[in-house]
């Protein structure tokens, strides 16, 4: 079947301006996940999501981000006022419940954002 | 400041030589996963350890859950040029149900 797909998988920007990055899940996992990476780091957890509500937005670096996730699938991660320092690969990855135990996140290719 | 500790950073070995990846973590962990990222892929999963002191095989590879449940590694035998990549562990804490913090990764160079 089908993995979790990303669009768009790069997108370059200018300083200040507005992007949304989509992510669209497995079928019927209830659990989203929003990571950013940068070159030479791990995943940084962004925000999680349990059906259509944000669980943990906790790792949202300030107010210039935000995710929705209305109809308890696909995602979309919005960034405000783009800055260079949010150039990153972000990471989408969902999983079947979202539990504390066999929750192995499956991971979408990324979209690389450039903030020139 | 990084939640989950990872050494080393770099690795490169020769074909048939065997590797080691640490991850350490200044918190009780409830669980750990493994993940392998291959150069310019995402994430694949790997395996999760839940239990203190657990350790699970996969081929050639060990993985290994300390029994404070603070620690963790994994272990290849006999390198193959396939094992490369970026290994990472990420962590879960127990704040947040299923929100993992991942370490810096290994990055993992086999010579043929």
């Known amino acids: 079947g089908a993995g979790v797909s990303q669009t768009p998988s790069n997108k370059v920007t200018e300083k200040g301006k507005y992007v949304e990055l989509r992510c669209d899940p497995i079928?019927?996992?209830?659990?989203l996940y929003w990571y950013r990476q940068s070159l030479g780091q791990g995943p940084e957890f962004l925000i999680y999501f349990q059906g259509t509500g944000a669980a943990d937005d906790s790792g949202l670096p300030n107010d210039r981000f935000f995710a929705v996730r209305p109809e308890g699938s696909v995602s979309t991660l919005k960034i405000q006022r783009t800055e260079r320092g949010d150039s990153a690969v972000y990471l989408c990855?969902?999983?079947?419940?979202?539990?504390?135990?066999?929750?192995?996140?499956?991971f979408g290719p990324g979209t690389r954002l450039t903030v020139l | 400041g990084q939640q989950v500790m990872q050494i080393p950073q770099y690795q490169h070995v020769q074909e048939g030589e065997d590797f080691t990846t640490y991850c350490n973590s200044s918190?009780?962990?409830?669980?750990i996963q493994w993940y392998k990222q291959r150069p310019g892929g995402h994430p694949v999963f790997l395996i999760q350890?839940?239990?203190?002191?657990e350790v699970k095989k996969q081929k050639r590879l060990t993985f290994q859950f300390g029994e404070a449940k603070k620690n963790s590694s994994l272990h290849i035998t006999a390198t193959q040029t396939t094992d490369v990549g970026t290994y990472f562990c990420a962590g879960d804490r127990g704040s947040t149900l299923g929100r993992l913090y991942f370490g810096r990764g290994t990055q993992l160079t086999v010579w043929p």
């Open positions: 990855a969902s999983s079947v419940l979202g539990g504390r135990v066999n929750n192995e996140q499956f």
């Open positions: 918190t009780t962990l409830s669980n």
């Open positions: 350890l839940v239990k203190s002191g």
């Open positions: 079928s019927g996992h209830t659990a």
